[in-house]
């Protein structure tokens, strides 16, 4: 493949969030089989996702119940994480999949929308 990829070392908290935006696609987690990988939140889409950068994930509780995002895929084995790999490599595909990343992560990813979802959800109003 023409791509490489680059592990960053860990950060301090402040730092993070700038490092979250500068690859091209963001991988979370590749092992859903221990616990503490299957405990993951989609956190690891939207902390990327702000910064338009799309996610490959495997497809964990939290993370699919975004799959309607064009901006996060999901992979089981490991052909399907090398096709995903490939799919983004493409500029094209990655740059549709980036283009409304951040404005879906703000609308359907931060806590005020949680938190209006479950008062929604208490009060009897969702479907």
């Known amino acids: 493949p023409s791509w490489a990829v680059m592990r960053l070392p860990h950060r301090p908290y402040r730092e993070f969030f700038a490092s979250a935006g500068i690859g091209w696609v963001n991988i979370a987690p590749l092992k859903p089989e221990n616990a503490f990988n299957e405990c993951k939140s989609a956190l690891k889409f939207f902390e990327s996702g702000i910064w338009g950068v799309p996610t490959i994930a495997s497809p964990l509780p939290d993370f699919t119940r975004f799959a309607d995002s064009d901006g996060l895929a999901f992979a089981t084995t490991p052909d399907d ?44 109003d969702c479907a």
Not at 98 to 110: A, W
């Open 81 to 124: 994480w090398m096709q995903e790999l490939e799919r983004f490599a493409d500029d094209g595909v990655r740059r549709d999949a980036s283009l409304g990343l951040p404005e879906y992560c703000r609308r359907n990813c931060m806590a005020e929308t949680s938190a209006m979802m479950l008062l929604d959800l208490l009060k009897g």
